[in-house]
Antibody, heavy 123, light 107 residues
Framework: EVQLVESGGGLVKPGGSLRLSCAAS????????MNWVRQAPGKGLEWVSF????????YYADSVKGRFTISRDNAKNSLYLQMNSLRAEDTAVYYC????????????????WGKGTTVTVSS | DIQMTQSPSTLSASVGDRVTITCRAS??????LAWYQQKPGKAPKLLIY???SLESGVPSRFSGSGSGTEFTLTISSLQPDDFATYYC?????????FGQGTELEIK
């Protein structure tokens, strides 16, 4: 079964740091690009970051650029999000999502999602 | 950044109805558009990719159309399981952006 399982969420004070992990199983992780997407309480979806399978390309939303770092370990089938200088507005459920493409294009849609991990930034 | 605007924000309908949700992009995104369904407390689920391609396992009552800047998601005959929030998302360029969501309610 194709599965993504996030972990590492919790309560952190403003200015603090947290590292999220996403464990992949049921597919060849190294072949796929990956994303982080978040959803603040009662709000819509916000894309956070993307990393290509070969780590050759990485992108961030402006709201997290310079504070968050996406990475992956293909040997461990794992995706990570290092979050520094956290703010109250970073409070959200964080989802990892697999990026798939149609044929050989470089356009990736998100076809498999984890259940999410909750990050709360509060003093 | 490309802005995605969905309409309506809320839609009240009955089982068996045909419903259409519209998504507009602030600039052309070709057909690089996905639709997701989300139920409360659950992760989003991919329904449609490349504007009109049905994801495997998704019922055929869901269909997508459009290209450029205007797109639609149609549910041909609403089922009880379809009451949820729907999001469009462009993946033409970074940053990826989502519409604000359409909440489909039972009338």
């Amino acid at each position: 079964e194709v599965q993504l399982v996030e972990s590492g969420g919790g309560l952190v004070k403003p200015g603090g740091s947290l590292r999220l992990s996403c464990a992949a199983s049921g597919f060849t992780f190294s072949y796929y690009s990956m994303n982080w997407v978040r959803q603040a309480p009662g709000k819509g979806l916000e894309w956070v970051s993307f990393i290509r399978s070969s780590i050759s390309s990485i992108y961030y939303a402006d709201s997290v650029k310079g504070r968050f770092t996406i990475s992956r370990d293909n040997a461990k089938n794992s995706l990570y999000l290092q979050m520094n200088s956290l703010r109250a507005e970073d409070t959200a459920v964080y989802y990892c999502a697999r990026g798939s493409r149609d044929g050989t294009t470089y356009y990736y849609y998100m076809d498999v999602w984890g259940k999410g991990t909750t990050v709360t930034v509060s003093s | 950044d490309i802005q995605m605007t969905q309409s309506p924000s809320t839609l009240s309908a009955s089982v068996g109805d045909r419903v259409t949700i519209t998504c507009r992009a602030s600039q052309s995104i070709s057909n690089w558009l996905a639709w997701y369904q989300q139920k409360p407390g659950k992760a989003p689920k991919l329904l449609i990719y490349k504007a009109s391609s049905l994801e495997s396992g998704v019922p055929s009552r869901f269909s997508g159309s459009g290209s450029g800047t205007e797109f639609t998601l149609t549910i041909s005959s609403l089922q009880p399981d379809d009451f949820a929030t729907y999001y469009c998302q462009q993946y033409n360029s970074y940053p990826y952006t989502f519409g604000q969501g359409t909440e489909l309610e039972i009338k």
